[in-house]
C-alpha cells in the first residue's frame, strides 16, 4: 500500500521498486525462518530522499523489528546494508573502512548535484557486475592490515536488542518481564556513541563509532623496524614441539630468499635470516600478529644485532631483552686488572711454563740425560719452609687459566724437590 510522499511526482520514473532488501547477516538475524513485509514505495531514502521500496521483519525472539533506511542505489554506491548502513564485507562503518583504503568521498551534498550524480551511479551499476563495488570503492587499494585485524568475521546480534523502555526509566513501567523494551539504564548522554545519526555515517565524517574504532587501531600493539639496515633476522618465539623448519621455510620462502633458518628446540624458537633486508620487512609486516602454523600462534620480532647483544648482555640482559637475575651462591665478579697488578706476588704468574724449573716438577727428565741440578734458593719456586700455597682465585688475572698440573703440591712435586735435596 503506497504512502503519501512529500516530494514530487514528476520524476516517478526514477523511484525505486526492489523484491529484496541488500542486507547484512547482522541485521537479517539468526533465524532463517523470517516473515518480511514489503511497502511499495514507502518512504524517502534518507540521503537521496527518492521513494523506494520499504522490508521490515524481525530478526529474532525479543529482537526490535527493523527496517530498510536507505533505496538500494544509494546501498550499493557505497557497498552498505540498507539498515545499519555498516559496510557489508567487513562489517565496519564508511569511515574506517574509507580511511584504511585512502578513499576521499566525492558524493555531492546539494540537491540537484545529488540527483545527477545518483543517475549517473545507477547507469554505471546497470551496467557492471553485481558482485563488484562501483566508484571510487571499485578503484581502491587492496585492504590494509589495520583494515583486516578491525574487521568483524562473525555477526553481532547484540545489536538487534529492543530499545530501553522509558517508562522503566521513570519507574512506570508495569508490564514486568512481558515488556517487549529493555530494562536497562540508558546511556549517559555525555557519551559520543549517544550522539549519531545516519548522514554521517554514511558520508563517514564524525562517526562516533568509527572514531571509537581508528583510537582503538592506533593503540594497537605494532613492530618498529630497526634503522640498523645490516638486521635481517626475525625472532619466531612460542614453536612448542611439532614445528619444523621446513614449515617455517615454506611459509617464509614467499617474502624472499632464505640465508639461514637457526631451530632452537630447548627455548621452542626460530631465527630466520633473509638474504635481503626488503624481503625481512615484507615478513615481518604480513606475519606479525597473523602467523598461526598448525593452529599455533606465532610470535614474531625482529633480531638484533652483534653489538646491541653484547651491549645488552654486559648491562645484565639477555639476547632477547630480559634482565639477568643473579644466581644466589656464585662467587664476586673478578676485579679489574689494574687491581691484581697491585695485589698479586710478584713473579708467580711470569714463569715460563718452558723453563727449567717447571719441567723438573711436572714431567721426569728424558732417559739417558742426568737430571738437572734444583733450583736455588733464591729461585721464586723454592722456600726453605716448603712451598708457598697458589693464590686464591680472586688474585688471578683474568685471561690465565690455572691447571691442576701447574700445582707444586700435586702429582709428587713437593717430594721429587725433597729427594733431590
Keep these: 500500500m503506497a504512502t503519501s510522499l512529500g516530494s514530487n511526482t514528476y520524476n516517478r520514473q526514477n523511484w525505486e521498486d526492489s523484491d529484496f532488501p541488500i542486507l547484512c547477516q547482522t541485521c537479517l538475524g539468526e533465524n532463517p525462518y523470517i516473515r518480511m513485509t514489503k511497502e511499495?514505495?514507502?518512504?524517502?531514502?534518507?540521503?537521496?530522499?527518492?521513494?523506494?521500496?520499504?522490508?521490515?521483519?524481525?530478526?529474532?525472539?525479543?529482537?526490535?523489528?527493523?527496517?530498510?533506511?536507505?533505496?538500494?542505489?544509494?546501498?550499493?554506491?557505497?557497498?552498505?546494508?540498507?539498515?545499519?548502513?555498516?559496510?557489508?564485507?567487513?562489517?565496519l562503518p564508511i569511515q574506517v573502512r574509507d580511511t584504511s583504503l585512502s578513499i576521499k568521498d566525492d558524493m555531492p551534498r546539494s540537491d540537484v548535484n545529488k540527483e545527477y550524480y545518483t543517475?549517473?551511479?545507477?547507469?554505471?551499476?546497470?551496467?557492471?557486475?553485481?558482485?563488484?563495488?562501483?566508484?571510487?570503492?571499485?578503484?581502491?587499494?587492496?585492504?590494509?592490515?589495520?583494515?583486516?585485524?578491525?574487521?568483524?568475521?562473525?555477526?553481532?546480534?547484540?545489536?538487534?536488542?529492543?530499545?530501553?523502555?522509558?517508562?522503566?526509566?521513570?519507574?512506570?513501567?508495569?508490564?514486568?518481564?512481558?515488556?517487549?523494551?529493555r530494562h536497562e539504564k540508558p546511556t549517559d548522554p555525555d557519551d559520543p556513541l549517544a550522539d549519531q545519526n545516519i548522514k554521517d555515517r554514511y558520508y563517514?565524517?564524525?562517526?562516533?563509532?568509527?572514531?571509537?574504532?581508528?583510537?582503538?587501531?592506533?593503540?594497537?600493539?605494532?613492530?618498529?623496524?630497526?634503522?640498523d639496515k645490516s638486521i635481517t633476522t626475525l625472532y619466531i618465539g612460542g614453536l612448542g614441539e611439532d614445528i619444523t623448519d621446513s614449515e617455517l621455510r615454506s611459509y617464509f620462502y614467499q617474502f624472499g630468499e632464505i640465508r639461514t633458518i637457526t631451530l632452537v628446540q630447548?627455548?621452542?624458537?626460530?631465527?630466520?635470516?633473509?638474504?635481503?633486508?626488503?624481503?625481512?620487512?615484507?615478513?615481518?609486516?604480513?606475519?606479525?600478529?597473523?602467523?598461526?602454523?598448525n593452529g599455533r600462534r606465532l610470535a614474531v620480532k625482529w633480531g638484533r644485532s652483534q653489538g646491541a647483544k653484547g651491549k645488552d648482555i654486559s648491562d645484565g640482559f639477555s639476547e632477547m631483552g630480559t634482565r639477568l637475575d643473579p644466581v644466589p651462591g656464585l662467587p664476586a665478579p673478578l676485579?679489574?686488572?689494574?687491581?691484581?697488578?697491585?695485589?698479586?706476588?710478584?713473579?708467580y704468574f711470569n714463569l715460563d711454563p718452558s723453563s727449567s724449573s717447571v719441567m723438573n716438577l711436572?714431567?721426569?727428565?728424558?732417559?739417558?740425560?742426568?737430571?738437572?741440578?734444583?733450583?736455588?734458593?733464591?729461585?721464586?719456586?723454592f722456600h726453605p719452609m716448603g712451598l708457598p700455597p697458589p693464590p686464591p682465585m680472586s688474585l688471578r688475572p683474568p685471561g690465565l687459566i690455572h691447571y691442576p698440573s701447574q700445582?707444586?703440591?700435586r702429582m709428587g712435586a713437593h717430594s721429587a724437590i725433597r729427594h733431590s735435596d
Design 335 to 347: 676485579p679489574p686488572p689494574t687491581a691484581l697488578e697491585n695485589e698479586a706476588p710478584a713473579n
Design 119 to 181: 543517475q549517473n551511479m545507477e547507469r554505471e551499476i546497470q551496467n557492471s557486475d553485481d558482485t563488484r563495488p562501483v566508484g571510487m570503492l571499485g578503484k581502491a587499494q587492496k585492504p590494509s592490515d589495520m583494515l583486516l585485524k578491525l574487521a568483524r568475521t562473525s555477526p553481532y546480534y547484540k545489536r538487534n536488542r529492543p530499545h530501553i523502555c522509558s517508562f522503566w526509566v521513570k519507574g512506570e513501567c508495569k508490564r514486568g518481564e512481558e515488556c517487549p523494551y
Design 40 to 91: 511499495k514505495y514507502g518512504k524517502e531514502c534518507k540521503i537521496c530522499a527518492r521513494p523506494f521500496t520499504v522490508f521490515r521483519w524481525c530478526p529474532g525472539v525479543r529482537m526490535r523489528f527493523k527496517k530498510t533506511e536507505v533505496c538500494q542505489t544509494c546501498s550499493k554506491m557505497k557497498n552498505v546494508c540498507q539498515t545499519c548502513l555498516l559496510d557489508l564485507e567487513y562489517g
Design 407 to 409: 700445582d707444586p703440591h
Design 204 to 227: 563517514g565524517i564524525n562517526d562516533p563509532v568509527a572514531n571509537k574504532l581508528l583510537n582503538r587501531a592506533s593503540a594497537m600493539p605494532h613492530l618498529d623496524v630497526p634503522e
Design 266 to 293: 630447548k627455548q621452542q624458537c626460530a631465527f630466520i635470516q633473509f638474504a635481503t633486508r626488503q624481503g625481512a620487512e615484507q615478513a615481518a609486516e604480513k606475519s606479525f600478529n597473523k602467523l598461526i602454523i
Design 362 to 381: 711436572s714431567l721426569p727428565p728424558p732417559p739417558g740425560l742426568p737430571n738437572p741440578p734444583p733450583p736455588g734458593f733464591g729461585h721464586p719456586m
